[in-house]
């Protein structure tokens, strides 16, 4: 699968939609469907071909999958193991069996042992006296994963985000923080629009070649992935240190550094690298709550102060605009609900709010 992502960065620089997984649409190999190319069920990491042959095989026998408990008792005869289902939800091949991906993970063990125990009852000659129609069990009520979970989960099981991108969902945030895309950064340097060869960039490290210097340091060549494009980007020995730990993990960082034109490509020299809590405590100094006022009950506002006791700061303020039905009225809270902005603490207010309610700024307003 590692071999892939060229090919599916490819079909996207070309405009051509690429389908994530799915066990109702999906072929055992990569196809082609409505002008866009849909992901193969067995290019899945440890799904295995032989069991997407079985899955397939009773999905043109029997029709659409329509619940997780559906598919595991259908093709429970392949002996298709909890690992593989796994992956399959990992993925994202069952998002349309009904549930979030948390939710059909959770289940997945109860309805793996069902559909095994309906396989050795009809291996004895029991009879079934409900017949094969029996209403699945509900899904366990628990938490969706975090957006980011959900990716990582993704990558481990394909190789590389299909549905989405961790630069995705801080778009709006990334661009308050002057941050470009790495698109226009390189059509800059190209066209040598922009006399300054500073750039600030973000993405995720989708490629990492580590080289010693002749004094034994470490420093590195890395690709810089955003949703759209990527940039090479050296890391010389001083910046790998101070940045190691983002470097070695997998989440968004922040690059800035010097933007060269090279024989085929711009690159970037960092003289800086930082994860997105890090530029935040630099540079985010508002989040702006948009609120309708039916919503803006005295739970949420207790769940709000407990998510500020729990983040206090002294730098970064917040506002609500307050949506009544004729007018909106921006309010700034006391000093008491000023906050240390980071990622827990937005995916708190985000789950209470919504996500596209909520704005970590950079520029005052008021």
């Known amino acids: 699968t590692d071999k892939l992502a060229p090919f599916i960065r490819e079909c996207r620089a070309m405009k051509v939609p690429v389908l994530p997984p799915d066990v109702n649409h999906s072929r055992i190999?990569?196809?082609v469907e409505n002008g866009?190319?849909?992901?193969?069920?067995?290019?899945?990491?440890?799904?295995?071909?032989?069991?997407?042959?079985?899955?397939?095989?009773?999905r043109t026998s029997g029709g659409p999958f329509t619940s997780l408990h559906d598919l595991c008792q259908r093709i429970a005869d392949a002996g298709v193991n909890r690992r593989v289902m796994e992956n399959l939800i990992k993925s994202g091949a069952c998002d349309a069996l009904g549930g979030h991906r948390a939710a059909l993970m959770a289940a997945l063990p109860e309805t793996l042992a069902m559909a095994l125990k309906k396989k050795t009852d009809r291996g004895k000659g029991y009879m079934d006296l409900f017949g094969d129609d029996e209403e699945p069990p509900p899904l366990p009520?628990?938490?969706?994963?975090?957006?980011?979970?959900?990716?990582?989960?993704?990558?481990?099981?394909?190789?590389?985000?299909?549905?989405?991108?961790?630069?995705?969902?801080?778009?709006?945030?990334?661009?308050?923080?002057?941050i470009d895309s790495i698109?226009?950064?390189?059509?800059?340097?190209?066209?040598?629009?922009?006399?300054?060869?500073?750039?600030?960039?973000?993405?995720?490290?989708?490629?990492?070649?580590?080289?010693?210097?002749?004094?034994g340091d470490r420093m590195a060549f890395i690709t810089l992935e955003d949703m759209e494009d990527q940039i090479e980007v050296v890391v010389f020995s001083?910046?790998?240190?101070?940045?190691?730990?983002?470097?070695d993990g997998d989440g968004l960082l922040i690059v800035e550094g010097n933007l060269e034109l090279g024989d085929e490509e711009p690159k970037i020299t960092a003289e800086r690298i930082v994860d997105l809590n890090t530029l935040r405590r630099d540079w985010c100094r508002e989040i702006l709550i948009e609120v309708d006022a039916p919503t803006l009950t005295e739970s949420a506002i207790e769940r709000l102060r407990e998510l500020v006791t729990h983040h206090p700061g002294t730098t970064c303020r917040i506002l609500v605009a307050l949506r009544l039905e004729d007018c909106i009225g921006t309010f700034l809270l006391g000093e008491?609900?000023?906050?240390?902005?980071?990622?827990?603490?937005?995916?708190?207010?985000?789950?209470l709010f919504g996500h596209e309610r909520v704005h970590a700024r950079r520029a005052d307003s008021l």
């Open 29 to 31: 190999v990569f196809s």
């Open 36 to 58: 866009a190319v849909r992901y193969g069920l067995a290019a899945i990491k440890n799904v295995g071909e032989g069991a997407m042959e079985a899955l397939v095989k009773a």
């Open 141 to 178: 009520e628990t938490p969706e994963w975090r957006f980011e979970e959900q990716l990582a989960f993704e990558k481990e099981a394909i190789g590389f985000y299909i549905t989405g991108h961790p630069a995705q969902r801080d778009a709006e945030e990334l661009q308050a923080y002057g």
């Open 183 to 215: 698109g226009r950064v390189k059509f800059k340097a190209r066209a040598r629009l922009d006399s300054n060869p500073k750039a600030r960039v973000a993405g995720v490290i989708v490629e990492k070649k580590i080289h010693r210097t002749k004094k």
């Open 238 to 247: 001083d910046v790998h240190q101070s940045a190691r730990e983002w470097l």
């Open 336 to 351: 008491n609900f000023k906050i240390t902005p980071d990622a827990e603490l937005l995916e708190g207010v985000r789950r």
